[in-house]
């Protein structure tokens, strides 16, 4: 599965892990992204769709999630 959100396109970056000696290297850092069902919360119809969502989409209330 890709780390991809399916709502806002987030996706992972590069980053650097820094020591105590300020070492540098790559790391990567992945969105907090979930499988789920949910519902678009501006669709009328209620379509329910199954995808990867990130946290921060479901608590900005730009989906809804069905159980």
């Not at 790559?26 to 499988?35: A, D």
């Not at 379509?47 to 989906?63: D, F, G, I, S």
């Amino acid at each position: 599965m890709a780390r991809i959100c399916s709502i806002c396109e987030k996706r992972p970056r590069v980053g650097n892990l820094v020591s105590h000696a300020n070492n540098r290297t790559k790391r990567w850092l992945y969105p907090n992204v979930h499988t789920m069902r949910f519902t678009l919360t501006n669709d009328p119809k209620g379509n329910v769709y199954r995808a990867a969502v990130c946290t921060k989409c479901v608590k900005a209330k730009k989906v809804q999630k069905v159980f």
